[in-house]
C-alpha cells in the first residue's frame, strides 16, 4: 500500500507549528458501484473506521440520494470522517480529520480500503497546526 503524500497548509516552517492533527483526504476509484449505494456499508465502515483507529464515537448521520449515492459524516471527539460518493462514476471521497497524536490514520486508510476495494487510491495528509508563536509556552 502506497503511504499518502504529506503537506502543511499555509506558509511558512513546519519547524514553526505545533500540530493539531491530521487531515487525511482519500480518493477511491473503481469501487463497485453496490457498495457506494448501499448506506448501512458506508455508515458500518466510518463507525469501524473510528474505532479500530482509536477515536470515539459521538454520532453519526447518512443520507441517501436519489437514484444513486450516498453522503455521510461520523462526528467524534477527535473530529470527523466524513465520505461523499458517485456510484455512477464508481468514485468516492473521504475525509477524516483528527486531533491529537492517538488516533492512527495509517489503520483507517487501510480499513476503508480493505471495505470499499477501490482499483485506485489517492491520498494526501494535511498537518494542522498552529504558529508557535500564538501558542502560549
Same mark, same amino acid.
Given at each position: 500500500?502506497?503511504? %499518502?503524500k ?10 514553526? +507549528?505545533?500540530p493539531?492533527?491530521n487531515h487525511?483526504?482519500?480518493e477511491l476509484?473503481g469501487?463497485?458501484?453496490e457498495i457506494?449505494n448501499?448506506p448501512k456499508?458506508?455508515?458500518?465502515t466510518?463507525i #469501524?473506521? %473510528?474505532?479500530?483507529a482509536?477515536? #470515539?464515537?459521538?454520532? &453519526?448521520?447518512i443520507?441517501?440520494f436519489?437514484?444513486q449515492g450516498?453522503?455521510?459524516v ?11 460518493d458517485?456510484?455512477e ?16 490514520? &495509517?489503520?483507517?486508510?487501510?480499513? +476503508?480500503?480493505a471495505r470499499?476495494k477501490?482499483?485506485?487510491?489517492r491520498a494526501? +495528509?494535511i498537518?494542522?497546526?498552529?504558529l508557535?508563536k500564538?501558542?502560549n #509556552?
Amino acid at each position: 500500500m502506497k503511504k %499518502a503524500k504529506k503537506i502543511l497548509v499555509g506558509t511558512g516552517d513546519i519547524n514553526k +507549528i505545533i500540530p493539531i492533527g491530521n487531515h487525511l483526504l482519500i480518493e477511491l476509484d473503481g469501487v463497485d458501484a453496490e457498495i457506494l449505494n448501499d448506506p448501512k456499508i458506508i455508515e458500518e465502515t466510518l463507525i #469501524t473506521v %473510528a474505532e479500530q483507529a482509536g477515536a #470515539t464515537v459521538l454520532n &453519526s448521520f447518512i443520507h441517501t440520494f436519489e437514484p444513486q449515492g450516498v453522503t455521510g459524516v461520523v462526528a467524534v471527539s477527535e473530529s470527523h470522517l466524513s465520505t461523499h460518493d458517485w456510484p455512477e462514476h464508481n468514485y468516492a471521497t473521504v475525509d477524516i480529520f483528527f486531533c491529537g497524536d492517538k488516533v492512527n490514520l &495509517s489503520v483507517a486508510k487501510k480499513i +476503508i480500503e480493505a471495505r470499499l476495494k477501490p482499483q485506485s487510491v489517492r491520498a494526501l +495528509i494535511i498537518i494542522r497546526g498552529l504558529l508557535k508563536k500564538f501558542v502560549n #509556552t
